[in-house]
């Protein structure tokens, strides 16, 4: 057993990289839920007590060695949960992020219910490239896949999935 917050009903995994775990725990019986780091090689659990909007955050990601990206509506927070403080809030959408895609530790990409995909520069928090799925819905509430590798974006919707080839040199792409 890797750690022990309460039962299985109550606590889920959100991210896991291979060394650090995040978890939810919604045992607390008339508060919202909590957000907990478990680091499985020097067999570390912390609360994260201080993430911005915690009780609203409808996905949470781990980036990078020290941060977690924690989408609340049309807003991404970075924290960095070893300093216990926020870098930066990513805004730009007009809709709610439902899917995060925060795997290259140089960028982290965003997608909105309305089709638009956000690439985000990870050291300013500035947006880099902004994209739009036409055609592309989102009203099931699926569990909604974003993945970027290279030049290229893979997005599921309601329809299927969709792969998105970028083109460097242009600043905006409509797809």
């Known amino acids: 057993k890797l750690f022990d917050y309460g039962s299985s009903a109550d606590v889920a995994p959100c991210d896991f990289d291979g060394e650090q775990l995040v978890v939810i725990n919604r045992s607390r019986a008339g508060m919202g839920p909590s957000f907990h780091l478990v680091h499985l090689e020097r067999n570390e659990q912390k609360d994260l007590i201080d993430l911005p909007e915690a009780p609203y955050a409808s996905l949470v990601r781990l980036w990078g060695p020290d941060c977690i990206a924690c989408a609340v509506g049309k807003a991404l927070h970075v924290y960095d949960h070893k300093r216990d403080e926020l870098r930066y809030t990513l805004c730009g959408h007009t809709s709610e992020i439902i899917a995060v895609d925060a795997r290259n530790g140089d960028s982290i990409a965003t997608l909105g219910s309305d089709g638009i995909v956000r690439v985000w520069c ?32 893979l997005v599921s919707s309601d329809e299927g999935v969709w792969l ?5 040199q242009l600043d905006s792409d409509i797809v």
């Open 122 to 153: 990870g050291k300013t928090g500035t947006c880099l490239r902004t994209l739009r799925v036409p055609g592309a819905n989102f009203f099931l509430a699926y569990p909604y896949c974003l993945c970027v590798q290279d030049q290229r974006i």
């Open 164 to 168: 998105l080839e970028l083109i460097p």
